[in-house]
């Protein structure tokens, strides 16, 4: 079965220290893939897609994700995290037109 | 503002009530999303429905119900056939068919006790 897995489900770091989420998804064909942020409160909301093109995509507020393609990876990474990065983060995948979502991985930075 | 509007933020039901969540949106998109988040599972997509009078099953829609009789509203009820109800629901629209444009609303955290 098609499956997203998001290696970290809490990751707790201090600010300015550098941010890599994992997430490997299990298809052999063409995906479109996604991360999705969900701050506290707030709505879920794109952070960064790939299509296709540069696997290096970057997204909103400094974020970038790399898709290798050997390895069914789209790793997300920040180089330095601030406070306001607590949030809750999701990958997903889409093989079809169809979202299939990792468990999501919730990051709590101390100030 | 254009987006998507979920109300109440929280409600809280007795057990065996069923309970109407609201989704308004008023960005013209043609496809509509329900989700349900529960800690540590990530979202799983209960209906859709891309079109106005159609809809269809998500992945775990037993005990739940939609309508779309507008294209702005899709409400969703939760019955007292579904067994797990507590959680936090998501509704999202997308411009086509096509789940991965969505735009989701800020969610209704739904307590049956």
């Known amino acids: 079965a098609q499956s997203v897995s998001q290696h970290n489900h809490h990751v707790i770091l201090s600010e300015a220290a550098s941010l890599e989420l994992g997430c490997n998804y299990s298809?052999?064909?063409?995906?479109?893939l996604f991360w999705y942020v969900q701050y506290p409160g707030q709505h879920l909301q794109l952070l960064l897609k790939y299509f296709s093109g540069d696997p290096l995509v970057k997204g909103i507020k400094g974020f970038e994700a790399e898709f290798i393609k050997s390895k069914f990876s789209f790793n997300l990474r920040k180089p330095s995290v601030q406070w306001s990065d607590t949030a809750e983060y999701f990958c997903?995948?889409?093989?079809?037109?169809?979202?299939?979502w990792g468990l999501g991985t919730s990051l709590a930075v101390n100030p | 503002d254009g987006g998507i509007t979920q109300s109440p933020k929280y409600l809280f039901r007795k057990e065996g009530q069923n309970v109407t969540l609201s989704c308004e949106q008023n960005l013209n998109h043609d496809a509509m999303y329900w989700y349900r988040q529960d800690p540590g599972q990530g979202l799983r997509l209960i209906y859709y429905s891309q079109i106005v009078n159609d809809f269809q099953k998500g992945d775990i829609a037993e005990g739940y119900s939609v309508s779309r009789e507008k294209k702005e509203s899709f409400p969703l009820t939760v019955t007292s056939a579904q067994k797990n109800p507590t959680a936090f629901y998501l509704c999202?629209?997308?411009?086509?068919?096509?789940?991965?444009?969505?735009?989701f609303g800020q969610g209704t955290r739904l307590t049956v006790v």
């Open positions: 999202a629209s997308s411009p086509g068919t096509s789940e991965t444009e969505a735009f």
């Open positions: 997903a995948v889409a093989p079809n037109r169809k979202l299939i």
């Open positions: 298809y052999g064909g063409t995906v479109n």
